[in-house]
């Protein structure tokens, strides 16, 4: 017979410092040896914010175990994934004698608890209270010696976030040049005309992960348009850059070519010759309102939807191809096309709309299905927002999101 756990009291019984705390940082439980260790009783943590129950020692300019600690947790909600943090100083008040601040060092782990979803239900928090071997100063040269290595560890791991620090802000100031080239570069979607259309460019959180994703309106002949999106590999300023001359290529390539199978052709020709270029995934459509069908080539990315009146939604995935550069010889490209009538809408984007870590990409599909459909009798713009809301995760997307919606 399999034994039935308490795992309540498994959590209470734990060894160490374990509390559980939500994506919004607010405690949920603490078990005892957090509540003993940390001078807090279980009412004065439950419901509360993390830094409401611990703030930063005012009298510590130095202090800066509260940022590292939000920032940590924070890494752990938008990621999924485990982070370590290096040993910190954190005083704390003390709770019968307020203003009183008491030395203390931690040696903190926060690891991600997922729903069904694989988004993170709640934070784990576990603590090694540390104060007692950093301040040991008996006579015996085994404790000298750990209070001496402890300091030191201290002191390097000072240093070290220091540096971090340096590191992250360089980081940002890159995070913020590349955006606004991406920006700069993708277009307004004035080149529809009379049709009406809505762009969107959602910026990956995060100080290192704005990625190369893009977006492409072009006139053609006749009533009808040119849509694309595509998606560089890498991130950063270097492939910011490798987007904008992919884009353009692209852009020029489907004014002169007969068909969008032919441009992705030209496309994968001149990325051979573009550094950073390899693996690039890239989709185009032709939309073509005098004989109402869409004409569509992909090379690896993800199918557009085909979102139709009654609410229905068709994924355009019967001419998929591998991404730019996968091949060493030239081989032409597949196309198709598929009819629509007045009233349909097409939605192209990139994989950061619909992919998740830990999850089939048909599950985003379906979520993104979902979503066209409740939102079907909006327009363009609307229609847009809601998908984006729909489809972001609460903590925000690990990865960029192109996205155009076009009313055919």
Known sequence: MKPQIDYEAVFQALPGMVALL????????????????????????????????????????????????????????ATGERDTMALIRYDIEDAERPGRWEERYWSPINAPVLGPDGRVVLIVHRVEEV??????????????RARVLEAELYTRSRDLQEVNERLRQAHAREREVAVALQEAMLPAPSSVGHHRAAVRYQPAV??????????????????????????????????????????????????????????????????RFVEGAESTTAVTTFIDW???????????????????????????????????????????????????????????????????????????????????????HTDPESLADAVLADLLPPAGNTDDIALVVVRL
């Not at 940390?38 to 202090?63: H, K, S």
């Not at 104060?131 to 000298?144: M, P, Y």
Request: with cysteine; glycine share 10%; net charge negative.
């Open 131 to 144: 104060t007692e071997l950093i301040r040991a100063r008996g006579g015996a040269a085994v404790g000298d």
């Open 206 to 271: 995060g100080t290192l992960n704005v990625c190369g994703d893009w977006y492409d309106l072009a006139d053609l002949a006749g009533d009808s348009i040119a849509v694309a999106v595509g998606d560089v590999v890498g991130h950063g300023l270097t492939a910011a850059c490798v987007m904008g001359q992919l884009r353009s290529a692209l852009s020029a390539a489907c004014r002169v070519a007969d068909g969008p199978a032919r441009a992705l052709e030209a496309l994968g020709l001149y990325a």
């Open 22 to 77: 939500t994506p919004d940082l607010v405690y949920v439980d603490a078990n005892e040896d957090f509540l003993r260790l940390a001078g807090r009783t279980r009412e004065q943590l439950v419901g509360r914010y993390i830094f409401d129950v611990f703030p930063e020692n005012p009298y510590d300019r130095a202090a800066v175990g509260m940022r590292e600690t939000q920032a940590s947790m924070l890494r752990v909600v």
């Open 290 to 376: 005098d004989r109402h069908t869409i004409t569509y080539s992909s090379a690896g990315h993800p199918p557009p939807a085909l979102l139709h009146s009654d609410g229905s939604v068709t994924f355009l995935d019967q001419a998929t191809d591998p991404p730019l550069g996968a091949r060493p010889e030239h081989v032409p490209r597949p196309q198709t096309s598929t009819p629509f009538l007045e009233g349909a809408t097409l939605v192209l984007y990139t994989d950061g709309l619909i992919e998740r870590r830990h999850e089939d990409i048909d599950t985003g599909l379906a979520r993104l299905a979902d979503s066209l459909t409740r939102h079907r």
